[in-house]
């Protein structure tokens, strides 16, 4: 089964709402500049409401990796996205005591033996590539480039997808997740609660073709 993560969760009636509507995984942006940042302490707040069956993933941005690390612990988070410049090393330190999902801004020439140099990361997200911005652009990332990243590798397919596409971007792609932050957003940091129904129902759909 293709896993659903709602990504840049703000308050817990949104956390509530993706997980009514089937998300998998829900994560947390501790991106300062994100206009989907949330404070510990909220995640805090959160964190004990969600079931055990939906992981709970961190978003950091060139943070260093003890920082990372402590928040992981300290919120009982069941993986940490890296959605920055981060280094081989970095990823192999952190994924010492958790998975680790590398980030990566993905264009038609992306090249794919980049990931190789990555053999400790559990798992790779491919985002649309925006210059001065770290994901949460709503632009398409190039899905042939990821359709061939995915055969073999555990690819997390984000940017651009929203309700009109997620069904055929399944089909073509056939990642191993599906990442989705503004494409289900009334407006950034605030999901619409029938948008998350219909993005995962859609992914459901494009699975079964």
Known sequence: MIRVKICGITNAADALAAIDAGANLLGFNFYPHSPRHIAE??????RPQLPTKVDAVGIF???????VAVVCKSLKLDA????GDETPEIVAELARNLPVVKAFR????????????????FAFLFDAA????????GRATDWDVA???AVGRRIILAGGLKVENVAAAVRIVRPYGIDVASGVESRPGN????????????VRRGERK
């Open 130 to 137: 925006h210059t001065g911005q770290y994901g949460g652009t």
């Open 80 to 83: 940490a996205q890296l959605h």
């Open 61 to 67: 941005v060139n943070a260093p990796a003890a920082d």
């Open 147 to 149: 359709r061939r990243a």
């Open 106 to 121: 993905v264009e038609p020439d992306f090249p794919l033996g980049i990931l190789d140099e990555y053999p400790e990361a």
């Open 191 to 202: 999901k619409d609660h029938g948008l998350l129904r219909e993005f995962i129902q859609e």
């Open 41 to 46: 302490a909220e995640v805090a707040k959160i």
